[in-house]
């Protein structure tokens, strides 16, 4: 084999060494950023579970102090005609 083949042949191979570790590089930091993305779907999902329930307990507090002042009926609009 000539030597301007050899250093093909080598070019060739460096060029396709890069290109192979470039991928895997760029799979693994998208592997990275999809796992903190889920991270953060997390986070979210507590925080307005957190929020609902505060929501809820505030509901429930005005709840009690408006049937405390007023009386409350029961909506029950059944008919026995």
């Given amino acids: 084999m000539s030597t301007r083949a050899k250093a093909t042949l080598a070019v060739s191979c460096a060029i396709s060494a890069l290109i192979i570790w470039g991928v895997h590089y760029q799979q693994s930091k998208e592997r990275e950023d999809m796992y903190r993305g889920v991270l953060r779907d997390d986070e979210r999902r ?25 009386t409350v009926v029961s909506s029950d609009v059944s008919n026995d005609s």
């Fill in 46 to 70: 507590k925080e307005k579970m957190r929020q609902r329930e505060e929501d809820f307990r505030i509901s429930q507090r005005k709840r009690e102090a408006y049937e405390r002042v007023q």
